[in-house]
């Protein structure tokens, strides 16, 4: 009788609180979203540079452009996004029982999360490598110095792993000391209690820049794993990946074609070349396969900038709430400029 | 008699005015030394604490308001300024609305406000003492109260069993605060004064109640006709946040937890066996894991328990995953409550021929709450304070929101700032909730003590 | 009359009587609510089952014997990158059980002195330990946990400054862990471990017996020295003559930091003060309420029965507080179990820690998982429960 009544309870309380029903099993993730009218992004718990919040409670960061950059592509306004932000502990089963359209936060691309968690990772949107920070006194110059060290490193994430892998590939017996929170971590590397931290270099930079005298940290010279990010859907649910995979490759196709938010209207209206005329959908009808309206690809650029301005603006070292991650010669920049930045052709 | 001591008035004995106490026994002196030194066990004590206090004190003082920093626009200044030395509190107040609303949008906070002002005034009859039927009012504002409130903070479309609730909850709000007026002006109570100004009064006692009914009815209805047009804009529960958010889920966490709780421990008293067995099972199995993991399991399990079609909303889970603990411990502390009502009291009610329920809620119940106030505020603390874990699976509680400043570029890196504020806020939320809860315990139970 | 008026109503509605009649509804109800709870479970079962096939998620207990690959800082059973998930589960088991077994024991020793100054008569030390009460009691135990790690246990020196605790070499605290000696049993300590368990046993026959003869004689016998000294002193004889079998491994300073000898990290230590310290206080309420609770009668009672005061302590006062002492006591260490979870906060490798964060993470097994943990959690709390309903039935007051 009481567990029914809690039942009950349970129940009630779900129906007024607000649910979302009505979304049957046989239909497209694209057709749910247009039916809520809203895209619900999965973020983390705010990380520098990524997906960050302001003093109003607004998201804004690289992963949180490429959310409002889908949001855009569907329904030609950027703000249509639900952010889910959600503990890494909890990401995957978000994302896999339905809570969340697209996962868009600093989650690496690995064989076993690709196929046995039900999930399907689409492209790269950014290249990151883990490295290790050290005291500038300690001398360190290389991480193979690390013989015997305590190195300070985050839980439920790779880096946990490839620390491990490291350590046994090169002998240095390291003791992980493991925090579920970054500023936790920091403030014992801060103090001594640990002879390095270790993490994606993208945020080791942020790091630094917590501590009194940054310049008393290095960031040293090696990059010990290979940390590819990207949005991730739900398997089996192929139109659905192609849209988040190409609005990807549309931001970056956009930048090496020299198409950005100030131009993008001029471009479509007046387009330079048979290409780029397909691919603001002026000609031809590409967008057919994806499901979106012909000039899908106007409205991401027009709304959040192409690949390179979203670097700039959260990643770079030239917008206002850049974390300072310089492009150049790095994994990130386009591939004509030696990057790896590429995009499959728009034909 | 008088004569008596007229005439022996010149040999009358007249005492010396007494000496005044020693110097040391009296005054400040004298405290000091029957309190604090009054053997050498006691003052090396004294001592000892008086250390502790000052380290202590003075370091927070030097740390929290010598060396602090009140105004800088990022971390960076305040460093510059004192570097670590120093609290940086221009990063929580800068963040304080965050803390409160969480990401509610400012244009619409006046909803929370106006939300907790009203639970706060419908509360508000219990501590005036000429009000009757408090019961009732207490009831109302538990079980009516949070649609309106729901919906003032959740806004939307209103269906129409919500639109009805809200007009209930708007009545007898308005029927509360009636009764609590009539009260404090005359005494009387607003049932009489309907009674009689409907010429009622000289009807027999179970007609009475008509025109009351009638009166509320017809209250409803305009309301319900007056709320038709009005709607609020829908705010995401993604946007709640901050203390707001720790205060929801704590306060239906107890408002759930005290009638499931006093359920689930009749139901493993009573004399069914299977009754018995399935709420022994329920509450042993909560009580017996970390809240940790049942918030986990209503996290990443309750959306593959229900049916594709409903995707429940994050804050729900929790709430149910709080819901569901906090009542495996409430029907404990009833339990224990229950345990201590001698067994005389079951037997002279069963002797006066009263029913089960009618045993409990007019025999029992009353003398066993009355025991169980201090564990059941206790309880609460113990909830409100366990809420902080929510923030594990990402709900953006005070906690999560006094950690989500340090990862802003502007304040990148500040949290103990923030951690401290936190622990203040709840330190002063508890004790007063435990001082009152004393105070409780005092006046209610000034028949109860033995002497 | 009445007789006549009883037998028509009854003949009259027999299935009103069968509504009212107490046995029938009690068991219509429990058929009820046994349907309605068995339909439940099988609602939710078909539904997950259904859900986890339509996600493409993989059930199964098999992911166990996989390799975890991460490391973990702190076990006291050997283990490798290179164990299985189950082996990670069994180091989060230990290591739960270590801390929550320690801060049990310090928490009740704490608990029971803070609860006596709690009465004391000196003004300012009632104070003190009223408002160190009220204070620990109103705040999240969480941030209580940050406090000690990040304001006492990080700021300790670097390891080439180790503080010395007792000035001897051989316990050394830095803000790496604290270090101590670790015993290292040689051939035949084996030996002196048996005669310990031995004399124990031995000691407590003696007490029996003491019982049984002065019950039956009235004449004393000093059980209580008899027994200390056959504890101490066989296992003691055993051990010399078997050649102090026994060495000690002294942490000694080797490049980062101390090889050799024990040591626990600094999160171990920050969530043991915080646990200790939190329950403390519970403790001492739980202590001072069941000293109170003892009516002051008792003691005249005995009094005027000629026992001195430290034997109405013993005899009288004590046995009566405890019965009001222990039930909340045992639920609080229930409690301490439960909480030592928290230490995830400042990354101590509990079993919540490393085995429903990190292997959760890792393998994506969500539901296994945390039933798993649930299990275990719940196999402690009903084994201590368990024996605190069976210590309440041999204490409780009987009642007609």
Same mark, same amino acid.
Request: hydrophobic share 50%; charged share 15%.
């Given at each position: 009788m009481k567990k029914l009544s809690l039942l009950g309870l349970g129940l009630g309380m779900l129906a007024s609180l607000g649910v979302t029903a009505g979304e049957a099993a046989a239909q497209s993730t694209l057709d749910i979203v247009k039916q809520r009218g809203v895209l619900r992004c999965q973020v983390g718990t705010p990380a520098p540079g990524f997906y960050q919040l302001d003093e109003q409670g607004n998201w804004y960061g690289s992963d949180v452009a490429i959310c409002r950059a889908i949001a855009a592509a569907i329904f030609d306004d950027p703000s249509k996004v639900e952010f889910q932000s959600v503990t890494s502990a909890v990401r995957f089963t978000a994302m896999a029982n339905g809570e969340s359209d697209v996962l868009s936060r600093t989650t690496t691309w690995t064989l076993f999360r690709d196929t046995q968690l039900g999930l399907d990772f689409t492209t790269v949107n950014f290249y990151d490598g883990q490295g290790f920070m050290v005291p500038k006194d300690t001398g360190i110059k290389s991480s193979l110095e690390l013989k015997g060290a305590t190195v300070c490193v985050l839980t439920g994430t790779t880096t946990e792993l490839n620390l491990t892998d490291y350590s046994r590939t090169n002998n240095l017996d390291i003791q992980p000391v493991v925090f579920e929170d970054s500023n936790v971590r920091d403030d014992t590397f801060a103090k001594g209690g640990c002879d390095a931290i270790t993490n994606d270099k993208s945020s080791l930079a942020s790091t630094r820049a917590k501590f009194p005298n940054p310049g008393d940290y290095v960031v040293l010279p090696e990059t010990i794993s290979k940390e590819p990010l990207g949005p991730v859907v739900r398997q089996n649910d192929s139109q659905w990946m192609d849209i988040v995979k190409w609005t990807v490759f549309a931001l970056v196709q956009a930048e090496e074609m020299g198409i950005d938010s100030s131009n993008v209207e001029a471009m479509a209206a007046n387009p330079a070349n048979p290409e780029m005329a397909r691919m603001l959908g002026v000609e031809g009808d590409l967008n057919k396969g994806l499901g979106l309206e012909k000039d899908w690809v106007v409205r991401i650029i027009k709304h959040v900038g192409n690949y390179g301005e979203i670097y700039d603006e959260y990643m770079g070292e030239k917008g206002k709430f850049a974390i300072g991650i310089p492009r150049e010669g790095s994994p990130n920049a386009l591939w004509t400029k030696g990057g790896l930045m590429y995009s499959p052709p728009f034909r | 008699m008088a004569n008596l001591d007229a005439s022996s008035s010149d040999v009358t004995f007249k005492p010396k005015p007494s000496l005044p106490p020693p110097p040391n026994t009296v005054g400040a002196i004298g405290w000091i030394r029957k309190n604090l030194f009054s053997s050498p066990l006691n003052a090396f004590l004294t001592i000892l604490s008086l250390y502790v206090i000052w380290v202590l004190v003075s370091n927070v003082f030097e740390w929290a308001i010598l060396n602090a920093v009140w105004e800088a626009e990022t971390r960076r200044e305040c460093l510059d300024k004192v570097g670590l030395a120093g609290a940086c509190w221009a990063g929580v107040t800068h963040w304080m609305k965050n803390f409160i609303y969480g990401r509610y949008p400012d244009a619409e906070v006046w909803r929370i406000n106006l939300g907790f002002g009203i639970l706060i005034l419908w509360m508000a009859p219990f501590w005036f003492p000429r009000v009757t039927g408090k019961i009732a009012i207490g009831a109302s504002a538990i079980l009516i109260s949070p649609f309106l409130l729901g919906y003032l903070f959740a806004g939307g479309e209103k269906g129409l069993f919500l639109q009805l609730m809200i007009s209930i909850a708007i009545t007898a709000f308005i029927f509360s605060w009636l009764h609590v007026l009539v009260c404090l002006s005359s005494g009387s109570t607003l049932r009489n004064v309907i009674v009689s100004a409907t010429g009622f009064a000289a009807k027999p006692d179970n007609v009475q109640k008509y025109p009351v009914i009638a009166l509320f009815v017809v209250l409803a209805v305009v309301v319900f006709a007056l709320q038709g047009g009005w709607q609020l804009e829908e705010q995401n529960t993604n946007l709640w946040g901050g203390l707001f958010v720790t205060l929801v889920i704590s306060g239906i966490g107890i408002a759930v937890s005290l009638p499931a709780g006093i359920v689930l421990a009749l139901g493993r008293r009573s004399k069914m066996p299977i009754i018995r067995v399935f709420c022994v099972a329920f509450i042993e199995l909560f009580r017996s894991v970390p809240l940790i993991t049942v918030l986990f399991m209503a996290v990443t399990m309750v959306p593959l328990f229900l049916p594709e079609a409903i995707n429940p909303v994050k804050i729900v889970q929790a709430i149910i995953a709080v819901c569901i603990f906090s009542s495996a411990y409430m029907a404990e502390t009833v339990r224990g409550g229950l345990q201590a009502i001698p067994k005389g009291q079951y037997e002279a009610a069963q002797a006066l021929g009263l029913s089960y329920w009618k045993m409990m809620t007019l025999i029992v119940m009353p003398q066993a709450l009355k025991l169980m106030i201090p564990n059941i505020v206790g309880s609460f603390i113990g909830l409100l304070k366990d809420t902080t874990l929510v923030s594990i699976v990402g709900l953006y509680d005070l906690l999560l929101m006094l950690k989500a400043v340090s990862q802003n570029p502007q304040w990148n890196g500040i949290h103990t700032e923030p951690l401290f504020f936190g622990a203040v806020l709840y330190f002063v939320l508890c004790f007063i909730m435990s001082k009152y809860s004393q105070h409780l315990e005092r006046t209610l139970g000034a028949g109860q003590v033995r002497k | 009359?009445?007789?006549?008026?009883?037998?028509?109503?009854?003949?009259?509605?027999?299935?009103?009587?069968?509504?009212?009649?107490?046995?029938?509804?009690?068991?219509?109800?429990?058929?009820?609510?046994?349907?309605?709870?068995?339909?439940?479970?099988?609602?939710? $079962?078909?539904?997950?089952?259904?859900?986890?096939?339509?996600?493409?998620?993989? =059930?199964?207990?098999?992911?166990?014997?996989?390799?975890?690959?991460?490391?973990?800082?702190?076990? @006291?059973?050997?283990?490798?990158?290179?164990?299985?998930?189950?082996?990670?589960?069994?180091?989060?088991?230990?290591?739960?059980?270590?801390?929550?077994? @320690?801060? @049990?024991?310090?928490?009740?020793?704490?608990?029971?002195? @803070?609860?006596?100054?709690?009465?004391?008569?000196?003004?300012?030390?009632?104070?003190?330990?009223?408002?160190?009460?009220?204070?620990?009691?109103?705040?999240?135990?969480?941030?209580?946990?940050?406090?000690?790690?990040?304001?006492?246990?990080?700021?300790? #020196?670097?390891?080439?400054?180790?503080?010395?605790?007792?000035?001897?070499?051989?316990?050394?605290?830095?803000?790496?862990?604290?270090?101590?000696?670790? #015993?290292?049993?040689?051939?035949?300590? &084996?030996?002196?471990?048996?005669?310990?368990?031995?004399?124990?046993? =031995?000691?407590?026959?003696?007490?029996?017996?003491?019982?049984?003869?002065?019950?039956?004689?009235?004449?004393?016998?000093? *059980?209580?020295?008899? &027994?200390?000294?056959?504890?101490?002193?066989? %296992?003691?004889?055993? $051990?010399?003559?078997?050649?102090?079998?026994?060495?000690?491994?002294?942490?000694?300073?080797? &490049?980062?930091?101390?090889?050799?000898?024990?040591?626990?990290? #600094?999160?171990?230590? *920050?969530?043991?003060?915080?646990?200790?310290?939190?329950?403390?206080?519970?403790?001492?309420?739980?202590?001072?309420?069941?000293?109170?609770? !003892?009516?002051?009668?008792?003691?005249?009672?005995?009094?005027?029965?000629?026992?001195?005061?430290?034997?109405?302590?013993?005899?009288?006062?004590? %046995?009566?507080?405890?019965? *009001?002492?222990?039930? %909340?006591?045992? /639920?609080?260490?229930?409690? !301490?179990?439960?909480?030592?979870?928290? *230490?995830?906060?400042?990354?101590?490798?509990?079993?919540?820690? !490393?085995?429903?964060?990190?292997?959760?993470?890792?393998?994506?097994? =969500?539901?296994?998982?945390?039933?798993?943990?649930?299990?275990?959690?719940?196999?402690? /709390?009903?084994?201590?429960?368990?024996?605190?309903?069976?210590?309440?039935?041999? !204490?409780?007051?009987?009642?007609r």
């Amino acid at each position: 009788m009481k567990k029914l009544s809690l039942l009950g309870l349970g129940l009630g309380m779900l129906a007024s609180l607000g649910v979302t029903a009505g979304e049957a099993a046989a239909q497209s993730t694209l057709d749910i979203v247009k039916q809520r009218g809203v895209l619900r992004c999965q973020v983390g718990t705010p990380a520098p540079g990524f997906y960050q919040l302001d003093e109003q409670g607004n998201w804004y960061g690289s992963d949180v452009a490429i959310c409002r950059a889908i949001a855009a592509a569907i329904f030609d306004d950027p703000s249509k996004v639900e952010f889910q932000s959600v503990t890494s502990a909890v990401r995957f089963t978000a994302m896999a029982n339905g809570e969340s359209d697209v996962l868009s936060r600093t989650t690496t691309w690995t064989l076993f999360r690709d196929t046995q968690l039900g999930l399907d990772f689409t492209t790269v949107n950014f290249y990151d490598g883990q490295g290790f920070m050290v005291p500038k006194d300690t001398g360190i110059k290389s991480s193979l110095e690390l013989k015997g060290a305590t190195v300070c490193v985050l839980t439920g994430t790779t880096t946990e792993l490839n620390l491990t892998d490291y350590s046994r590939t090169n002998n240095l017996d390291i003791q992980p000391v493991v925090f579920e929170d970054s500023n936790v971590r920091d403030d014992t590397f801060a103090k001594g209690g640990c002879d390095a931290i270790t993490n994606d270099k993208s945020s080791l930079a942020s790091t630094r820049a917590k501590f009194p005298n940054p310049g008393d940290y290095v960031v040293l010279p090696e990059t010990i794993s290979k940390e590819p990010l990207g949005p991730v859907v739900r398997q089996n649910d192929s139109q659905w990946m192609d849209i988040v995979k190409w609005t990807v490759f549309a931001l970056v196709q956009a930048e090496e074609m020299g198409i950005d938010s100030s131009n993008v209207e001029a471009m479509a209206a007046n387009p330079a070349n048979p290409e780029m005329a397909r691919m603001l959908g002026v000609e031809g009808d590409l967008n057919k396969g994806l499901g979106l309206e012909k000039d899908w690809v106007v409205r991401i650029i027009k709304h959040v900038g192409n690949y390179g301005e979203i670097y700039d603006e959260y990643m770079g070292e030239k917008g206002k709430f850049a974390i300072g991650i310089p492009r150049e010669g790095s994994p990130n920049a386009l591939w004509t400029k030696g990057g790896l930045m590429y995009s499959p052709p728009f034909r | 008699m008088a004569n008596l001591d007229a005439s022996s008035s010149d040999v009358t004995f007249k005492p010396k005015p007494s000496l005044p106490p020693p110097p040391n026994t009296v005054g400040a002196i004298g405290w000091i030394r029957k309190n604090l030194f009054s053997s050498p066990l006691n003052a090396f004590l004294t001592i000892l604490s008086l250390y502790v206090i000052w380290v202590l004190v003075s370091n927070v003082f030097e740390w929290a308001i010598l060396n602090a920093v009140w105004e800088a626009e990022t971390r960076r200044e305040c460093l510059d300024k004192v570097g670590l030395a120093g609290a940086c509190w221009a990063g929580v107040t800068h963040w304080m609305k965050n803390f409160i609303y969480g990401r509610y949008p400012d244009a619409e906070v006046w909803r929370i406000n106006l939300g907790f002002g009203i639970l706060i005034l419908w509360m508000a009859p219990f501590w005036f003492p000429r009000v009757t039927g408090k019961i009732a009012i207490g009831a109302s504002a538990i079980l009516i109260s949070p649609f309106l409130l729901g919906y003032l903070f959740a806004g939307g479309e209103k269906g129409l069993f919500l639109q009805l609730m809200i007009s209930i909850a708007i009545t007898a709000f308005i029927f509360s605060w009636l009764h609590v007026l009539v009260c404090l002006s005359s005494g009387s109570t607003l049932r009489n004064v309907i009674v009689s100004a409907t010429g009622f009064a000289a009807k027999p006692d179970n007609v009475q109640k008509y025109p009351v009914i009638a009166l509320f009815v017809v209250l409803a209805v305009v309301v319900f006709a007056l709320q038709g047009g009005w709607q609020l804009e829908e705010q995401n529960t993604n946007l709640w946040g901050g203390l707001f958010v720790t205060l929801v889920i704590s306060g239906i966490g107890i408002a759930v937890s005290l009638p499931a709780g006093i359920v689930l421990a009749l139901g493993r008293r009573s004399k069914m066996p299977i009754i018995r067995v399935f709420c022994v099972a329920f509450i042993e199995l909560f009580r017996s894991v970390p809240l940790i993991t049942v918030l986990f399991m209503a996290v990443t399990m309750v959306p593959l328990f229900l049916p594709e079609a409903i995707n429940p909303v994050k804050i729900v889970q929790a709430i149910i995953a709080v819901c569901i603990f906090s009542s495996a411990y409430m029907a404990e502390t009833v339990r224990g409550g229950l345990q201590a009502i001698p067994k005389g009291q079951y037997e002279a009610a069963q002797a006066l021929g009263l029913s089960y329920w009618k045993m409990m809620t007019l025999i029992v119940m009353p003398q066993a709450l009355k025991l169980m106030i201090p564990n059941i505020v206790g309880s609460f603390i113990g909830l409100l304070k366990d809420t902080t874990l929510v923030s594990i699976v990402g709900l953006y509680d005070l906690l999560l929101m006094l950690k989500a400043v340090s990862q802003n570029p502007q304040w990148n890196g500040i949290h103990t700032e923030p951690l401290f504020f936190g622990a203040v806020l709840y330190f002063v939320l508890c004790f007063i909730m435990s001082k009152y809860s004393q105070h409780l315990e005092r006046t209610l139970g000034a028949g109860q003590v033995r002497k | 009359m009445a007789v006549v008026d009883r037998g028509a109503s009854g003949q009259g509605s027999s299935l009103s009587e069968i509504v009212n009649d107490e046995r029938y509804r009690s068991v219509f109800y429990q058929i009820l609510v046994f349907a309605v709870v068995m339909w439940a479970g099988w609602y939710l $079962f078909t539904n997950t089952a259904h859900n986890l096939e339509a996600r493409g998620m993989s =059930a199964g207990f098999g992911f166990l014997n996989s390799t975890a690959g991460f490391s973990i800082s702190f076990s @006291i059973i050997p283990y490798e990158a290179g164990d299985s998930y189950l082996w990670v589960y069994l180091v989060g088991i230990t290591n739960t059980l270590l801390l929550s077994f @320690i801060s @049990i024991i310090a928490a009740t020793i704490l608990g029971f002195f @803070i609860g006596v100054l709690r009465l004391s008569k000196n003004w300012l030390v009632a104070q003190l330990a009223s408002w160190y009460v009220e204070i620990l009691r109103n705040t999240p135990l969480l941030l209580q946990i940050l406090f000690w790690y990040l304001a006492v246990f990080a700021i300790l #020196p670097r390891p080439k400054q180790s503080f010395d605790v007792l000035g001897l070499g051989l316990f050394e605290l830095n803000n790496r862990g604290f270090y101590f000696p670790a #015993p290292v049993p040689g051939e035949f300590f &084996g030996a002196t471990m048996l005669t310990l368990l031995a004399a124990v046993i =031995a000691a407590y026959a003696v007490a029996v017996w003491a019982k049984k003869r002065q019950n039956a004689t009235g004449e004393r016998f000093p *059980a209580f020295w008899t &027994g200390i000294g056959i504890i101490i002193g066989a %296992p003691l004889l055993v $051990f010399l003559a078997t050649g102090s079998p026994l060495e000690w491994d002294i942490p000694e300073l080797k &490049g980062f930091n101390f090889q050799g000898g024990g040591s626990v990290p #600094p999160a171990f230590c *920050a969530v043991f003060i915080a646990l200790v310290i939190y329950h403390a206080c519970y403790i001492a309420e739980m202590v001072r309420a069941g000293i109170l609770s !003892v009516s002051h009668g008792q003691t005249e009672a005995s009094y005027s029965l000629g026992l001195k005061p430290g034997l109405t302590l013993r005899l009288v006062i004590i %046995p009566q507080a405890m019965r *009001a002492i222990v039930p %909340p006591l045992i /639920s609080n260490w229930m409690n !301490v179990v439960k909480n030592s979870s928290l *230490a995830i906060a400042v990354g101590f490798p509990d079993l919540v820690a !490393v085995f429903m964060q990190t292997s959760l993470n890792q393998s994506g097994h =969500a539901i296994e998982i945390v039933a798993m943990v649930m299990l275990f959690y719940m196999t402690v /709390s009903l084994s201590i429960s368990g024996a605190l309903n069976y210590y309440n039935k041999l !204490v409780q007051l009987k009642e007609r």
